[in-house]
Structure formats: structure tokens, C-alpha cells
């Protein structure tokens, strides 16, 4: 399971990042960050960040801009086997380490 690290404070700071609103007889908690997506949905795919332990929201990046899916967190289905380092590589976010090496190393002849 790839797990990132969370960004909001607590469920306040995502709700108004996002403006959702719940009934106050709800309880929402922030969770572990998962990659994944809803089971048979694959439109949903995405972020989870909170839950009220029936329903989660999945955050997702469309346009340059994050926008929440609502669906059912007993059937999202985290990855397996995927790192972190994995996951942004794949996205050309970091490069391989055998890059970054030869990066440094440029960086440094050119100081010599």
C-alpha cells in the first residue's frame, strides 16, 4: 500500500480547503493517505484523505486543480506493492537515482 503523507491539519483545514459541508451529527476523520480508487470505478481513482467510516473522499487532480470524489470506503481498493518514490517516479516527478547522481555530479564539476 502506498501511503503519502497528509496535508491538512485536521478534518476543519479540509473542509474549508475543499468548501464541503456535513450534518454536525457526523463524525469525518482524516485518514491514511492511500492511492487507489473506488472498486469498479475508475473514474474515481485518487487520493483518499477522510472518511466517516461509510462514506470517503478521494481527492483528485483535474485541470491543475483538486477536486474531491464522493463514494463508499468499503469498496476503495488501495495499490499494492507501489512505493512512494515508485508512484512520483512513474510520474516523472523525481528522477531515477541514477540520474540524480549524475546531476550531482555535473553540478559539481562545474564548481571545480
Known amino acids: 500500500m502506498t501511503k503519502l503523507p ?5 478534518v476543519y483545514h ?13 463524525v469525518w ?13 475508475p473514474n474515481s481513482r485518487g487520493v ?5 467510516g ?6 483528485q487532480e483535474q485541470d491543475g486543480r483538486i477536486v474531491l470524489f464522493l463514494g463508499h470506503v468499503g469498496w476503495f481498493v488501495a495499490d499494492k506493492g507501489d512505493s512512494v518514490d515508485t508512484i512520483l517516479r512513474r510520474a516523472g516527478a523525481i528522477p531515477p537515482q ?3 547522481q549524475e546531476k550531482l555530479e555535473r553540478l559539481l ?3 571545480d
Open 6 to 10: 497528509q496535508q491538512y491539519a485536521s
Open 14 to 26: 479540509f473542509k474549508s480547503a475543499h468548501g464541503v459541508t456535513w450534518p454536525a451529527s457526523e
Open 29 to 41: 476523520r482524516l485518514t491514511d493517505r492511500l492511492v487507489g480508487e473506488i472498486n469498479g470505478v
Open 48 to 52: 483518499l484523505t477522510a472518511t466517516n
Open 54 to 59: 461509510i462514506l470517503c473522499y478521494v481527492e
Open 98 to 100: 541514477e540520474r540524480r
Open 109 to 111: 564539476a562545474a564548481y
